[in-house]
């Protein structure tokens, strides 16, 4: 079992930059990819960066790269994801989750593969 909670939303304009925090309680973090996706109002949720567990491997949605850097760090249990370069359209909650334990390089970009989430923090960002 692993517990996510997410901090550091916030609003932020345009062309600015922000970071959000993951941190997790469980001695297993270490084990599990993590992601990051975010849901705006009426969309559906959308993948935005995935880290495998060793933090070798790391993806991220087209339109985000470039922007966004998701990091890791298991001996605090915290996954990170950098904002920069913010624009009106990736204001949205955005939602850590933790999945596919023991899996390598792998890292999951749909989110039926991630059974652990974090509530949500809002980031919205100003034109």
């Known amino acids: 079992q692993v517990q996510l909670v997410e901090s550091g939303g916030g609003l932020v304009q345009a062309g600015g930059s922000l970071s959000v925090s993951c941190a997790a309680s469980?001695?297993?973090?270490?084990?599990?990819?993590m992601g990051w996706f975010r849901q705006a109002p009426g969309k559906e949720r959308e993948f935005v960066a995935a880290?495998?567990?060793?933090?070798?491997?790391?993806g991220y949605a087209d339109s985000v790269k470039g922007r966004f850097t998701i990091s890791r760090d298991n001996a605090k249990n915290t996954v990170y994801l950098q904002m920069n370069n913010l624009k009106p359209e990736d204001t949205a909650v955005y939602y850590c989750?933790?999945?596919?334990?023991?899996?390598?390089?792998?890292?999951?970009?749909?989110?039926?593969?991630?059974?652990?989430w974090g509530q949500g923090t809002q980031v919205t960002v100003s034109s």
């Open positions: 469980g001695r297993t973090f270490s084990t599990y990819a």
């Open positions: 989750a933790a999945g596919a334990p023991y899996s390598g390089s792998y890292y999951p970009t749909q989110y039926r593969e991630y059974p652990y």
């Open positions: 880290i495998s567990w060793s933090g070798r491997s790391t």
